[in-house]
């Protein structure tokens, strides 16, 4: 089965760029394109795709503001929104992580990494680019006002569980979190979903960002 994506992003010859890169895989396929947040919301609602990628800077409603709309949107749950970016560490990359993205590209990527890319996001098993994602995470968490009172879900969360989303916050998939805690990859999942659900997290991203935010994972010195 194909991976669906929708395009979004305010210049025509990026979104052509990016279309003619991603149906060069024959498991990938473009269903729609958009040149505004909004235009990105109306796609998703059409579509559901699996992967949205969307530019962060668009006139109108903006990619942030897109992305928050379609995190909120219940019947939204299964798309997962990349932000596209120049710049790796950008606090609009962050504040789109807050709000539900799933990752975020630089828009210089390699093709064969875009479309691996964009699988790894469609699977939902892994975090985007874990090293920089985490980093960018921890340094936007550590700003004075950051830190924002646990969920209420927190207090739910079995040793395991805490155990496992402290292993997603370091960037492990399911199957090195289940190698690591001697366990099946199935489980592992199992137990990231739960602790997902509880946390009010729209994947594992947010994941990470709740991580950092509430203190249940502490930067390293």
Same mark, same amino acid.
């Given at each position: 089965m194909s991976v669906r994506v929708v395009l979004a992003d305010d210049q025509t010859l990026v979104r052509?760029?990016?279309r003619a890169l991603l149906?060069?895989?024959d498991d990938i396929e473009v269903v729609d394109e958009a040149a505004d947040g909004e235009g990105a919301v109306a796609a998703a609602r059409a579509h559901r795709p699996d992967v949205l990628l969307m530019d962060? =800077?668009? &006139?109108?409603v903006d990619g942030i503001e897109a992305t928050r709309r379609i995190a909120a949107d219940a019947g939204l749950a299964s798309v997962r929104v990349v932000m596209l970016t120049t710049y790796e560490l950008d606090e609009y990359v962050f504040e789109a992580l807050y709000a539900g993205a799933s990752g975020f590209l630089l828009k210089e990527i390699e093709p064969e990494e875009l479309r691996e890319a964009v699988r790894v996001v469609a699977r939902g098993d892994a975090l985007l680019a874990p090293s920089v994602t985490r980093r960018l995470i921890r340094e936007f968490t550590a700003q004075p006002g950051r =830190?924002? &009172?646990p969920p209420e879900g927190l207090g739910e969360l079995t040793d395991r569980e805490r155990e496992v989303v402290a292993l997603v916050a370091q960037g492990l998939s399911n199957a090195?979190?289940?190698e690591r805690l001697v366990i099946s990859p199935a489980t592992a999942k199992t137990h990231v979903s739960r602790a997902m659900t509880k946390l009010h997290a729209h994947d594992r991203a947010q994941l990470v960002v709740l991580a950092y935010e509430t203190g249940l994972v502490r930067p390293a010195p």
């Amino acid at each position: 089965m194909s991976v669906r994506v929708v395009l979004a992003d305010d210049q025509t010859l990026v979104r052509s760029g990016l279309r003619a890169l991603l149906e060069r895989a024959d498991d990938i396929e473009v269903v729609d394109e958009a040149a505004d947040g909004e235009g990105a919301v109306a796609a998703a609602r059409a579509h559901r795709p699996d992967v949205l990628l969307m530019d962060i =800077r668009m &006139p109108g409603v903006d990619g942030i503001e897109a992305t928050r709309r379609i995190a909120a949107d219940a019947g939204l749950a299964s798309v997962r929104v990349v932000m596209l970016t120049t710049y790796e560490l950008d606090e609009y990359v962050f504040e789109a992580l807050y709000a539900g993205a799933s990752g975020f590209l630089l828009k210089e990527i390699e093709p064969e990494e875009l479309r691996e890319a964009v699988r790894v996001v469609a699977r939902g098993d892994a975090l985007l680019a874990p090293s920089v994602t985490r980093r960018l995470i921890r340094e936007f968490t550590a700003q004075p006002g950051r =830190r924002r &009172p646990p969920p209420e879900g927190l207090g739910e969360l079995t040793d395991r569980e805490r155990e496992v989303v402290a292993l997603v916050a370091q960037g492990l998939s399911n199957a090195a979190i289940a190698e690591r805690l001697v366990i099946s990859p199935a489980t592992a999942k199992t137990h990231v979903s739960r602790a997902m659900t509880k946390l009010h997290a729209h994947d594992r991203a947010q994941l990470v960002v709740l991580a950092y935010e509430t203190g249940l994972v502490r930067p390293a010195p």
